[in-house]
């Protein structure tokens, strides 16, 4: 059985550490390339878009995929539109595996947007020292003329490209991330006010966590919509445990 996992989480490299091993299954993951040195997961990989539905339908056909996982980062839209479309189109069972998205609790103050741009117009009211967790994608929405009393501490795995914030730094690292690191983050940069994606997980929660404890209001950019009817895993292991239902 050949098993395509669309991946670049931390989920899909633990679904390939859980089937690769075993003797029965084909595990190939596929990466966007869009991280420069990429933690590559155990089995086979393949690098590179499949050029839309159409090329996904005809990469699941050439290379006998069984059986779909999609388990890429839950803002990477277009790739799991298309993963659904090629699925339908191949005949290939789809399954996405999906972090469960963050909750606010007591003493959160969190303020909800639909897009970077959205979260880019509420900052002003908000603070002046922003801690931008987004990743290098999209600080176009950062660099408008009206921001440019803000200053950016912009945090992530490979270095950014302009357009990007009159005033900004950069800080190259990659999660999981500590409460003590997040915290001392906070304090060392002045940080008042928080973006970030509603991304779920473990691996970047603690700023979340530092926010609160600091009084720091967080804007937190919704999930965009994801395919209807197709069946979703929470963890890898629930994958894994779909998986050998459909294989039988």
Same mark, same amino acid.
């Given at each position: 059985m050949h098993v395509l996992i669309l991946g670049g989480t931390t989920e899909a490299?633990?679904?390939?550490?859980? @089937?690769?091993? +075993?003797?029965?299954?084909?595990?190939?993951?596929? @990466?966007?390339?869009?991280?420069?040195?990429?933690?590559?997961?155990?089995?086979?990989?393949?690098?590179?878009?499949?050029?839309?539905?159409?090329?996904?339908?005809?990469?699941?056909?050439?290379?006998?995929?069984?059986? @779909?996982?999609?388990?890429?980062?839950?803002?990477?839209?277009?790739?799991?539109?298309?993963?659904?479309?090629?699925?339908?189109t191949a005949h290939v069972?789809?399954?996405?595996?999906?972090?469960?998205?963050?909750?606010?609790?007591?003493?959160? +103050?969190?303020?909800?947007?639909?897009?970077?741009?959205?979260?880019?117009?509420? @900052?002003?009211?908000?603070?002046e020292r922003v801690f931008l967790t987004t990743g290098r994608m999209g600080l176009a929405a950062f660099a408008e003329p009206d921001l440019a009393a803000l200053w950016f501490l912009v945090r992530s795995v490979d270095a950014p490209e302009p357009p990007f914030p009159a005033r900004m730094e950069v800080l190259l690292d990659r999660g999981p991330f500590t409460l003590d690191g997040e915290r001392e983050l906070l304090r060392t940069h002045r940080i008042d006010v928080v973006v970030t994606?509603?991304?779920?997980?473990?691996?970047?929660?603690?700023?979340?966590?530092?926010?609160?404890?600091?009084?720091?209001?967080?804007?937190?950019?919704?999930r965009p919509p994801v395919p209807e009817a197709v069946p979703v895993a929470a963890t890898p292991e629930k994958a894994a445990a779909w998986l050998r239902g459909i294989s039988g």
């Open positions: 490299r633990r679904l390939a550490e859980l @089937l690769v091993g +075993d003797g029965g299954l084909r595990v190939t993951s596929s @990466l966007a390339g869009r991280v420069a040195a990429p933690r590559l997961p155990p089995g086979e990989v393949r690098v590179g878009g499949f050029g839309g539905a159409e090329g996904m339908a005809a990469w699941l056909r050439e290379h006998r995929v069984d059986a @779909l996982i999609d388990a890429t980062h839950p803002f990477a839209k277009a790739i799991s539109f298309n993963a659904a479309s090629a699925a339908a069972p789809l399954l996405a595996l999906r972090r469960p998205g963050w909750v606010a609790g007591e003493g959160d +103050d969190w303020h909800p947007v639909g897009s970077l741009e959205q979260a880019a117009r509420v @900052l002003p009211a908000l603070g994606k509603d991304s779920g997980g473990a691996a970047t929660a603690p700023k979340l966590l530092a926010a609160r404890e600091a009084g720091v209001p967080v804007v937190v950019v919704e």
